[in-house]
């Protein structure tokens, strides 16, 4: 089954970075693409980001475009969401998930405990 452990969040000023990090546990990340997700309180969970397996294709969503840069480290089984210029918006707790040739989409069932981010001043 593919799990994920999602790590790296924290309160952060606005303008602010962090960088989170999502490792696979017991299957082989480099098969599958991966997407981060977040869920902001009161709010549906959205998709945030994408990477093809391969890591050489990526995708954003617009409110991210220009701030966060998604990686991946097939060898580490992880891949990363670089977020700078953090906004209060930015505050949800990110999830990770993954699928085989195409990103991952809602609905989803196998999410992680994710990881919060506060951007708060």
């Known amino acids: 089954q593919v799990q994920f452990v999602e790590s790296g969040g924290g309160l952060v000023q606005p303008g602010g970075s962090l960088r989170l990090s999502c490792a696979g546990s017991g299957f082989v990340l480099k098969y599958y693409n991966v997407g981060w997700f977040r869920q902001a309180a009161g709010k549906e969970r959205e998709g945030v980001s994408c990477i093809g397996d391969s890591g050489l294709s990526t995708n954003y969503a617009d409110s991210v475009k220009g701030r966060f840069t998604i990686s991946r480290d097939n060898a580490k089984n992880t891949v990363y969401l670089q977020m700078n210029s953090l906004k209060p918006e930015d505050t949800a707790v990110y999830y990770c998930?993954?699928?085989?040739?195409?990103?991952?989409?809602?609905?989803?069932?196998?999410w992680g405990q994710g990881t919060q981010v506060t951007v708060s001043s």
């Open positions: 998930a993954a699928a085989i040739n195409h990103c991952p989409k809602l609905p989803y069932d196998s």
